[in-house]
């Protein structure tokens, strides 16, 4: 199966899932896994919100580090990433694809198709611009 098993994270209670999903798969192939969370931009400058964004990516960096902890306590090698980047479906296609992932994990709100075409779904993006096989979490 996969060598290396990116989890993107947003915090919410469905990423919560996809994290603990990808802990029980790295558990079973023995493998280790790397928890990415992006701090979008939406297509700002950064240094219009240097503030802004130096509060989100260190709220990133804590939830990455933690759930980095959590792994650790369930025997799983994880390493902790956040990167800043216009959108989150680019920020998480674009790492993976840099770094050479085979199996991006994640987890979706379960939009109805009204509301992605209104708000757009981080998931449905990933699924679009990834090169790699992406498990969308329920």
């Not at 964004?53 to 933690?66: D, G, P, Y």
């Not at 980095?68 to 989150?88: G, H």
Request: proline residues 2%; aromatic residues 6%.
């Amino acid at each position: 199966m996969s060598e290396k098993i990116l989890v993107a994270v947003d915090g919410s209670k469905y990423s919560k899932k996809a994290f603990e999903y990808s802990l029980n798969e790295a558990k079973q192939l023995n493998k280790s896994i790397t928890i990415l969370k992006v701090v979008p931009t939406l297509g700002y400058p950064e240094n219009l919100f240097d503030e802004s964004i130096k509060s989100k990516v260190e709220e990133a960096e804590n939830l990455t580090q933690k759930w980095k902890n959590e792994a650790k306590n369930e025997n799983v090698e994880a390493n902790a990433e956040v990167m800043i980047e216009e959108d989150a479906a680019t920020g998480i296609a674009k790492y993976a694809d840099k770094e050479n992932f085979d199996l991006i994990i994640l987890g979706s709100r379960g939009k109805t198709d009204l509301e992605t075409v209104h708000l757009g779904s981080v998931s449905e993006g990933v699924v679009k611009r990834a090169r790699c096989p992406v498990l969308v979490i329920r």
